[in-house]
């Protein structure tokens, strides 16, 4: 009995895995921000294509709205959006549980200049991420992609803004 429920196991976890990565991988996933703006991911061996992005240095955050230091960081992320706007695309995913109308009022509240995802609206995305960067749920939870979309660095936790600014710099440059 005991094998018989772990081989079950196994094989649903192996179509969960392969229903997170195959439409990304394959024709790519459509996620749509707070503002009704749509973009087209695909995942790449290396990373992840994000229409509207091309040519862009991307950080890619995972946060949520009871979170402190995904607070703390909200200030340092709008300012690096404001000081290079045209080399840099943030994307910020709330996996709190804020619906669309609350997560558009928290980044208004907020003075948010980036694009804002809600992760209980894109759950694909979000599921993908999570088998593909082997993301447990910590938050803050930030990808850097690099201007060809090649994740070239993944941080839990708060990073300082001179640190992000370091990190862009380096990325941009490349």
Known sequence: MKKLLFITLMILSFVNTAQAESPAKKSGIQITD???KSYMVTGTKEGLKISGTEGK????????HQ???CLASVPHLVNLQKKHKDKLAIIGVEVQGLNEAQLKAFAQSKGINYTVISGQKERLFVSYISQRAQWQGSIPFLLVLDTK???QYIQTGMVPES???AIFQKLSKK
Do not use: A
Not at 57 to 64: A, I, K, M, N
């Open 67 to 69: 979170c402190p230091p």
């Open 163 to 165: 640190s992000l600014e």
């Open 149 to 151: 979309g090649d994740v």
């Open 34 to 36: 707070i503002n009704g």
């Open 57 to 64: 240095v991307v950080f890619l955050e995972f946060f949520g």
